[in-house]
């Protein structure tokens, strides 16, 4: 295996094109260098991006925040402005792994993993964050959401690669929530989550909502329906009902040893309701 | 496979090696300088037996490759102690018996220096929470969870 710390992004993306063998990229680390040593990829090159600009910052942007693509789990839970503008994305981040996973693991790095089961993932979804993707022929925004394909697959092409998530501008009255399920109470998989994100009018009607949930199909899913089952509401019983029946509705899990598929779906209802609660406090509702 | 010279400052002092691209920091540490206290459990990340500070933060050495501590500052349990004189939590991790088989504590040690030096006074919960990729199989935690809390009290006072 080569290790290669490139001088540039177009750098990199070239080096990434024109490897005939197989190559990875290095962030945090914390699922390529496990998959090493199982031995599940033998890599001919491995190209750490974590120095390169930007990479490793949080700043400012239309309102928003642009978090680098190296941004660990750890710094994103330290940036008191982020957390105050999505609650949501951030707890879902600082649910992955442990302290020292936190220390090193990233949200693009999650995202790129595909795993049904992340836990940065619904809240991106429904924040409308959108992924800055270097490629050998340049730069391309793609929303978050469709990045995961499947399993362990995602939609970048040979030589592409994330550098950094822009979760955009919200009003004051709006927020997000994200919750998972797992029969531990930390360091656990999610069995089924959800995330919802909602902005409110100045007497606390819900203008916008998005929800997505996790783990109960082969990719993250923003369930459209379950959003607008909520406009126009202050989360009444009718309209959670039109919530939990649309999440019910959009799942499509597997039974496995975390869960069966009956358990997941009404577990995915559940927590779209409960986040959706949470989110309508944070974005400052009364009910 | 050719190796690969890194710099880097471990323990305050600047150091120099030659490693494989796919070789651990934690290998590195443990065959190449003798630090042999990290331990290798489970080498995926799962149990923090090896954890150690890169750059003020704690990590698991078996998921940093060894090329990545050129120009970082590494911290090891064989750095925690001042000469012959024990960290606190080292002395009272001795004195409260909070280990038995010892292969998880250098680990939950850096782990909970580092925690302390954020969270001067943890509440059980935050402590438990933050050593929860730090496994034991010996303890059952409730003396390292006493241990640590009576190393911070001290170290609050000092």
Same mark, same amino acid.
């Given at each position: 295996m080569r290790y290669v710390k490139p001088q540039s992004f177009e750098a990199a993306a070239t080096l990434l094109h024109e490897e005939a063998g197989i190559a990875r990229i290095l962030a945090g680390g914390t699922d390529v260098l496990v998959q090493l040593k199982a031995e599940m990829v033998e890599p001919d090159l491995m190209v750490d991006l974590?120095? *390169?600009? /930007?990479?490793?910052e949080i700043v400012a942007e239309d309102g928003g925040f642009r978090v680098g693509a190296a941004v660990s789990g750890a710094e994103m839970g330290e940036h008191a402005a982020l957390k105050a503008m999505w609650p949501g994305v951030v707890e879902g981040v600082e649910l992955i792994g442990s302290s020292q996973v936190q220390s090193r693991a990233t949200m693009a790095g999650n995202l790129c993993?595909?795993?049904?089961? /992340?836990?940065?993932v619904p809240a991106m979804v429904t924040a409308g964050a959108v992924a800055r993707v270097q490629g050998p022929d340049g730069v391309r925004d793609v929303p978050v959401?469709?990045?995961?394909?499947g399993p362990g697959k995602n939609? *970048?092409?040979?030589?592409e690669f994330i550098t950094s998530i822009l979760l955009p501008a919200r009003p004051d009255t709006a927020s997000d929530a994200y919750l998972r399920f797992i029969p531990?109470?930390?360091m656990d998989i999610a069995v089924s989550s959800a995330a919802v994100s909602l902005e409110l009018d100045s007497d606390g009607v819900v203008t916008a909502a998005h929800v997505a949930v996790g783990a109960v199909a082969p990719t993250v899913l923003l369930v459209q329906d379950a959003g607008v089952a909520l406009v126009?509401?202050? *989360?009444d019983d009718a309209a959670i009902a039109g919530l939990v029946a649309a999440v019910e509705a959009a799942c499509n899990p597997i039974t496995d040893k975390r869960g069966t598929i009956e358990f997941r779906t009404k577990t995915a209802g559940v927590l779209a309701k409960r986040a959706a609660h949470i989110a309508y406090a944070r974005a400052g509702g009364q009910a | 496979m050719k190796t690969i010279p890194v710099e880097t400052t471990i323990n305050g002092d600047s150091a120099e090696f030659l490693c494989h691209a796919d070789e651990s920091l934690l290998d590195v540490l443990r065959d190449? %300088?003798? %630090?042999?206290?990290a331990k290798e459990g489970c080498?995926? $990340?799962? &149990?923090?037996? &090896?954890s150690v500070m890169l750059n003020g933060r704690v990590v698991c050495?078996? +998921?940093? +490759?060894?090329?990545?501590?050129? $120009?970082a500052e590494v911290e090891t349990i064989? $750095?925690?102690?001042?000469g012959e004189e024990l960290h606190p939590l080292q002395r009272i991790f001795l004195e409260e018996a909070a280990?038995?088989?010892?292969?998880c504590t250098p680990g939950i040690l850096v782990a909970a220096k580092a925690l302390l030096e954020k969270n001067p006074d943890p509440t059980d919960t935050e402590l438990r929470y933050w050593l929860a990729g730090n496994l034991c199989?010996?303890?059952?935690y409730d003396k390292i969870i006493k241990a640590v809390q009576t190393a911070a009290a001290e170290m609050r006072s000092a």
């Open positions: 974590k120095h *390169l600009p /930007g990479m490793r993993t595909g795993s049904p089961a /992340g836990d940065s959401v469709d990045i995961p394909t939609s *970048l092409a040979k030589g531990r109470t930390e126009g509401s202050k *989360l | 190449r %300088l003798g %630090l042999t206290g080498g995926t $990340g799962d &149990c923090g037996a &090896c050495s078996c +998921l940093v +490759l060894g090329v990545e501590a050129q $120009g064989e $750095g925690m102690a001042n280990l038995q088989c010892g292969v199989r010996c303890t059952g």
